[in-house]
């Protein structure tokens, strides 16, 4: 478990060092001049020795603090260790035979980049990385709380993957979640952008009271827009003074003016085929109340046509709906809230904003839009740091701040500021367009080097932060399944609508208050992405949680890898994986002909786009023989293991064989890992 | 020193791969290694120092879940009866706020007392009611806290209140922390289990027994009541154990030898979850085989092969502290006595409480006669208990109740025979010795060696406890 006893360790070091932090800042002056709260500033890349191994200036600000310790950065890591890392990072699919081959046979100097530029084309972009920004927006098709109510939400999901992929510049991006219907002709996706502040929880026991709850969402509101998009814990002044960062509590209530004015409704959202089908039955409608306007009064047929409209009109076609934010019409006051208790309202308050930040730009125009904007000003120091570590987080494992949620002084300082600084003001520089900043990291020299672990690295930087290799990543959960999708050749590329189902054990929706039915999906549903998953906060999909999803009752924006039995005992024992192995197996053998050693290959490439080396052909030719031998002399078994399975017309005792080597590969570490 | 070892830990494990070199004579090395020093110098769940001289080992929390009535069980208030259908004086309820204000409870402020009979049980002469006849003779291995004091009305939220100390969703739960500050001495089983009895599921759920911000190595792993006792533990169909041996083995020949080429130690952890996987398909069937008690022992409980009930989950909770499991939770509902249908505190109470008397006193007695008590703490309580104004729906119930109610402890190094507390003599608040959820919080970590302020997680930019920023060891608590 490195990353929790890192994690462990990191606190006990954090501790030491904030002390020292601490000291060093009231040497600095005190308050307002931390770090963080000064504007990213962009500083040429340092010169290097080793000129020849930079590719883009990522790789000078790297170079230049591993040339400090005297390390040199590793080798570029294998062509397909780098090809399926590249596909695993940027569309969270591993990449065919057909592209290792490419890839290979590509002796172009850009092969590389001409990999990426397709991947950041492809629609599974907006599904891999729009997923990340749905753990930040705490989105789940639940409710919460204790009844966990379902809700229908997936419009919002859908519109961040659709934002992903068109590469909205960030800034409009964020502005349209904070303040979308407040926007000029505000459109119905801009709308429904808005969704990203309704991803809070509802309560709906019994004995509540709602006002209550109402300001608990505000709460949550304000604590997310600090976490997400300042790596700022707002929500440590809800109730007193910031213990550390320079926030009063007064503030906190100043931003909590800008969402007291919300209204929280539930509006149609009609899809392009809802609008279509709708447009069309208003048709129909119109021309029939011609005619029976034109009609003579009285006759049968104008009945007839009358008790027709009347039926008609109340079959128009439903639309799909969404949570949304509306500005409400009669103000409301704001209040400080003693200790945050809302039963305990002190003096009023002012829309407004922490003094540390940049000022607010018109106090006289102080509403909700304004916030937004001033949210994504190119004057806000953290917005675009933030946002590039976190992308930082996810191509190298941890950012270039590790406390990606915290930038204030109990955070940890930047292992490489003046490269953080570069980013953001990179990020800027290219209107803030995330694909760009994406293609930037991934071509790096730094991105591409091999994640092997390196005796001299390991003793003066043994937790990477200088970025001497790259890292070893187990996949997310959602990846996992994805990834054993594709590789077994089952998975669904349908995109976007309502959640689906893919199979869960039995007895798993009973551990929340109600007993909830989870009905498998079948056909095409049972094998999508798990982005489309519908996702239950109180009882989550045990494959996904297992593999540490998060749960969606707060921002999320670091997952942590765990690694436990139940995981292996997921891979190894459940169903659901299991038809993937089966599956697995039949591409195997229909999808390879020739002899046992071929079709071995082919499925280790499968799982891993590199070859098997002797020792690795010989352990899977072990199982397979063993297994083919044992289940030709006991028929039975073949027939047990398959039962209620596709078997796509092959002979049993050969596919549940091979069915046993793909369970083998399917749970070995490397392919659930991104090297 | 929870800090220390972990160092300690990383440091060893880099050592190992430091050592080590990449060819095969070092897989053969890593594989004549001890498989349980391995796994333990690999595992989070590995016991790990405490803080100081703990009292208790392990935890066995018996959670009422609905929140049960002091004032009919513990907290006997015959001046609470003698006033019955008086209105409770505004000095009581001022600015109190309630459950189902707007509703049901609008205007309740008259004074109900109980229908039960209490009597006096043991050297200590605790009071215990009618409804708990068995648990009366094992008074004096319990402290009995009856100023108990919680923040929140609404069962969720509470509940949570009780297991992770905040209301609030995701952070988490004492059996979480327990584990991740000193692992677990079980090598076959996860370190906190949960099991629940009763008509529902408890309010909330899963993230009853979540890990929060803490990995989810940590988190309550349920023991279900049907189907497979854990999650995904049978092989599939056509897996018999050879099969499932020589496949674990495959897994593990082609993840040694990747370990050793990229050097990375999180798959000798791989390695070591999918051994304890492995041994967890053979030990949680065993665990849960009750047959194999006497009849003497299963009559104790009430316990029924093959039945779900909570008298099984009682005896099952011995068995896991048997086998070294650190936290076991028990929830069984139903609790919540607000008088509708199917929440009387006539014969749904009776119901209730009939089916934990028995199994309770069993549980005490037998891990006394196995000298398993002192090492085990035993916890029972809710998240809150009911008003002593009555509620009237179809009959007269009780509402939530946060300022005072009753929990017992036992074992672990808290004192026999002890009365904690005292309520006003409307059971309404603590007149002395106010015990919050914090307080019993700090207490319940101090037996197992553990201080609250230093069993810390780092989490959104600040240190996160257990107790959050309050709590202090209840001291008129420890033997």
Redesign the interface.
């Given at each position: 478990m490195s990353n929790s006893t890192r994690l462990i360790a990191m606190t006990f070091w954090r501790t030491i060092f904030c002390i020292s932090a601490f000291g060093a800042l009231v040497l600095e002056g005190g308050e307002g001049e931390h770090w963080a709260f000064l504007k990213p500033q962009r500083h040429n890349p340092p010169k290097v020795k080793q000129a020849d191994w930079p590719r883009n200036a990522i790789d000078y600000f790297i170079l230049g603090e591993l040339e400090k310790k005297k390390l040199a950065p590793s080798p570029q890591a294998e062509k397909t260790t780098l090809l399926r890392r590249v596909h695993l990072d940027l569309i969270g699919l591993p990449p065919s035979s057909a592209e290792v081959h490419a890839f290979l046979a590509d002796q172009r100097p850009d092969a590389f980049e001409r990999v990426v530029d397709k991947l950041l084309a492809s629609p599974h972009y907006g599904e891999r990385w729009g997923r990340f920004w749905l753990d930040a927006a705490r989105y789940a098709d639940s409710d919460g709380y204790s009844h966990d109510a379902p809700r229908v939400m997936w419009r919002y999901r859908d519109w961040v993957i659709a934002s992903f992929n068109a590469d909205q510049p960030f800034d409009q991006f964020v502005i349209e979640q904070l303040a979308g219907d407040m926007l000029p002709k505000a459109t119905q996706a801009q709308r429904i952008a808005t969704g990203f502040h309704r991803n809070t929880q509802i309560n709906t026991e019994g004995g509540v009271d709602k006002e209550q709850f109402r300001v608990d969402s505000i709460f949550d509101r304000i604590a997310t827009t600090g976490e997400v998009m300042f790596g700022l814990t707002f929500g440590c002044a809800q109730c007193h003074d910031h213990k550390f960062d320079p926030f009063k509590q007064v503030e906190f209530y100043r931003m909590f003016a800008f969402f007291n004015q919300v209204d929280e409704p539930r509006v149609e959202t009609p899809t392009v085929a809802e609008s279509k089908a709708r447009a069309a039955h208003d048709a129909k409608v119109k021309s029939l109340q011609v005619k029976v306007n034109g009609a003579e009064k009285g006759t049968d047929e104008q009945k007839k046509n009358q008790k027709e409209l009347v039926a008609m009109k109340k079959k128009r076609p439903g639309a799909t709906t969404s949570l949304v934010m509306r500005q409400r019409k009669s103000p409301r006051k704001t209040f400080r809230f003693v200790k945050g208790n809302f039963t305990r309202p002190s003096e009023e308050v002012q829309p407004g904003v922490p003094a540390v930040l940049h000022p607010f730009p018109n106090q006289e125009k102080a509403n909700r839009l304004e916030f937004a904007r001033w949210v994504a000003s190119p004057e806000n120091p953290l917005l675009a740091r933030v946002t590039v570590n976190r992308m930082w987080q996810h191509h190298f494992g941890a950012g270039l701040v590790e406390t990606e949620n915290d930038f204030g002084t109990q955070g940890t300082r930047p292992t490489n500021h003046a490269l953080l600084d570069w980013l953001a003001t990179e990020f800027m520089r290219v209107k803030w367009s995330r694909k760009a900043m994406h293609r930037l990291i991934v071509t790096s020299a730094t991105y591409r080097q091999s994640s092997k672990r390196r005796s001299d690295l390991t003793q003066t930087d043994p937790y990477n932060q200088l970025l001497g290799r790259q890292t070893r990543l187990r996949l997310e959960g959602e990846i996992i399944r994805d990834n054993a999708l594709a590789i077994s050749g089952l998975l669904s590329r349908k995109m976007s609508g309502p959640g689906v189902f893919p199979p869960q054990p039995d007895g798993c929706m009973n551990l929340g208050q109600h007993a909830r039915s989870w009905k498998a999906s079948t056909g095409e549903n049972r094998f999508r992405r798990a982005v489309y998953t519908f996702r239950w906060r109180a009882t989550p999909h045990p494959a996904l949680k297992v593999f540490d999803t998060p749960d969606a009752f707060a921002a999320c924006t670091r997952r942590l890898r765990s690694n436990t039995p139940l995981q292996a005992l997921t891979l190894l024992n459940d169903p659901a994986y299991f038809e993937i192995n089966v599956g697995f197996a039949r591409r195997i053998l229909k999808g390879r002909q020739g002899s046992d050693a071929q079709k071995l290959r082919f499925a280790f490439r499968l799982c891993l786009a590199r070859e098997p080396d002797a020792a690795e052909t010989k352990i899977l030719s072990g199982v397979l023989q063993r297994e083919l031998a044992a289940f030709a002399k006991t028929p039975a078994e073949a027939e047990a293991l398959l039962k209620g399975y596709e078997t796509g017309g092959l002979p049993k005792p050969g596919l549940a064989a091979w069915t046993m080597v793909a369970r083998v590969l399917m749970n070995t570490d490397e392919t659930i890992t991104r090297e | 020193m929870?800090?220390?070892a972990?160092?300690l830990?990383?440091q060893t494990?880099?050592h190992f791969?430091?050592q080590c070199g990449m060819g095969?004579g070092s897989i053969a090395l890593a594989s004549m290694m001890d498989e349980r020093a391995m796994a333990n110098s690999?595992?989070?769940f590995a016991p790990k120092q405490p803080h100081f001289a703990p009292k208790a080992k392990n935890v066995i929390f018996l959670f009422m879940a609905g929140g049960p009535s002091h004032l009919d069980l513990f907290d006997w208030k015959p001046e609470l009866k003698r006033r019955h259908g008086q209105s409770i004086p505004d000095s009581f309820t001022k600015g109190k706020?309630f459950?189902?204000?707007n509703?049901s409870?609008k205007d309740a402020n008259k004074l109900q007392g109980t229908i039960r009979d209490f009597k006096q049980h043991g050297q200590c002469g605790m009071w215990v009611s009618e409804c708990f006849p068995h648990i009366g003779t094992v008074a004096d291995e319990l402290t009995l806290v009856r100023t108990c004091k919680t923040e929140l009305?609404?069962?969720?939220?509470a509940k949570l209140f009780m297991n992770t100390g905040t209301g609030?969703?995701?952070r988490p739960s004492m059996g979480s922390w327990v584990t991740y500050g000193i692992g677990t001495e079980s090598r076959d089983l996860?370190g906190f289990m949960v099991l629940q009895s009763g008509p529902?599921?408890?309010?909330?759920?899963?993230?009853n027994w979540?890990s929060g911000?803490?990995?989810?190595?940590f988190q309550g792993?349920?023991l279900?009541g049907?189907?497979?006792p854990?999650?995904?533990?049978?092989?599939?169909?056509?897996?018999d154990g050879v099969?499932?041996r020589?496949?674990?083995d495959?897994?593990r020949?082609?993840?040694l030898?990747?370990?050793m080429?990229?050097?990375?130690?999180?798959?000798q952890?791989?390695i070591a979850?999918?051994e304890?996987?492995?041994r967890?398909?053979t030990s949680a069937p065993e665990l849960i085989d009750i047959k194999s008690e006497s009849k003497a022992t299963l009559d104790l409980y009430g316990a029924q092969p093959g039945k779900a009930s909570f008298a099984n989950n009682c005896l099952l909770a011995r068995r896991l502290v048997e086998r070294g499991v650190r936290f076991v939770q028990l929830y069984h509902t139903n609790w919540d006595s607000h008088g509708g249908p199917s929440q009387t505190l006539t014969k749904d109470f009776d119901k209730v409480t009939k089916d934990v008397d028995q199994p309770c006193a069993a549980l005490i007695r037998d891990l006394k006669a196995r000298g398993l008590l002192d090492d085990t703490l035993v916890i029972w309580g809710g998240e809150f208990g009911r008003t002593p104004m009555g509620e009237k729906r179809e009959t007269p119930g009780r509402n939530?109740h946060i300022d005072a109610f009753s929990m017992w402890f036992a074992g672990g190094g808290i004192k026999p025979g002890n009365l904690v507390g005292e309520t006003d003599e409307f059971g309404f608040g603590a007149a002395k010795d106010e015990c919050h959820v914090h307080d019993l919080h700090a207490t319940i970590l101090h037996q197992l060696g553990l201080d609250h302020e230093r069993l810390?997680?780092?989490f959104?930019?600040?240190?996160f406890r257990l107790t959050d920023v309050k709590g202090k060891v209840i001291k008129q608590m420890l033997a």
């Open positions: - | 929870i800090m220390d972990a160092n830990q990383s494990r880099r791969f430091g095969l690999l595992n989070s706020r459950a189902f204000m509703s409870f009305f609404n069962h969720a939220p609030l969703f995701g996860p529902r599921g408890p309010r909330g759920g899963g993230v979540a911000f803490l990995p989810t190595s792993v349920p279900r049907n189907g497979d854990i999650l995904n533990l049978a092989s599939p169909k056509g897996i099969r499932q020589n496949s674990i495959a897994v020949a082609l993840n030898k990747r370990a080429e990229t050097g990375d130690p999180e798959i952890t791989r979850s999918y304890m996987a492995y967890m398909q939530h810390t997680f780092r959104q930019g600040r240190d």
